[in-house]
């Protein structure tokens, strides 16, 4: 599966050797990006099945919607990278998960999707401005985007660069 575009450029950003959590990492397909060039990586989804552990990636197996506490209290990141998956009361877990100087890449579904089809459900949908409101005061946004795309299919997307401020 392709890389989204909008993660391979903007990986450039997360700092050499830094860890990187991929949130409900699906079948890796940014865990191998990232492990391959260099970081070590936390991959985690309910499903794991398409995740194949390694010296350098560290899969977990959570279910992140079932009110089970966050099961990575405690640890941070360089990074934390999220695409197509959105549940917002975990939001502040990965703000927290960030190290100073950590960067936030996020890429998901906006509102105006459900004219293409799914998700349409708007508890998948960010709302219009979200990504940039939900970081101000404490982020620098180094890149940000409301837009139609078409590849690998037409949708309705938001999607962020954010540096965590120091
Ligand atoms: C559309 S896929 C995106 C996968 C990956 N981020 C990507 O872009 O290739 C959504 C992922 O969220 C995961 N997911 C959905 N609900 C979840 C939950 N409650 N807990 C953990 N992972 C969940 C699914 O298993 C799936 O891998």
Redesign the pocket.
């Known amino acids: 599966?392709t890389i989204?575009p909008w993660i391979a450029t903007w990986a450039g950003l997360v700092p050499a050797g830094a860890a990187v959590l991929?949130?409900?990492?699906?079948?890796?397909?940014?865990t191998r990006f990232f492990a391959e060039r260099g970081h070590p990586v936390t991959a985690?989804?309910?499903?794991v099945s398409?995740l194949v552990a390694a010296d350098t990636v560290e899969v977990i197996a959570?279910?992140?919607?079932?009110g089970s506490p966050w099961p990575l209290a405690g640890r941070t990141f360089g990074a934390v990278?999220?695409?197509?998956?959105l549940?917002r009361p975990l939001f502040p877990h990965l703000f927290a998960a960030l190290q100073p100087g950590g960067v936030l890449l996020y890429?998901t579904f906006m509102v105006g999707n459900e004219r293409f089809g799914k998700p349409s459900n708007p508890d998948f949908l960010l709302k219009d401005g979200e990504l940039l409101e939900l970081v101000r005061g404490r982020f620098s946004v180094i890149a940000y985007e409301a837009r139609m795309i078409s590849e690998p299919k037409m949708a309705m997307v938001q999607r962020i660069a954010a540096r965590l401020s120091s």
Request: aromatic share 4%; glycine share 10%; charged share 30%.
């Open positions: 599966m989204s991929d949130l409900a990492a699906g079948n890796g397909r940014h985690i989804d309910r499903d398409g959570a279910d992140l919607e079932d990278v999220v695409t197509n998956y549940h890429e």
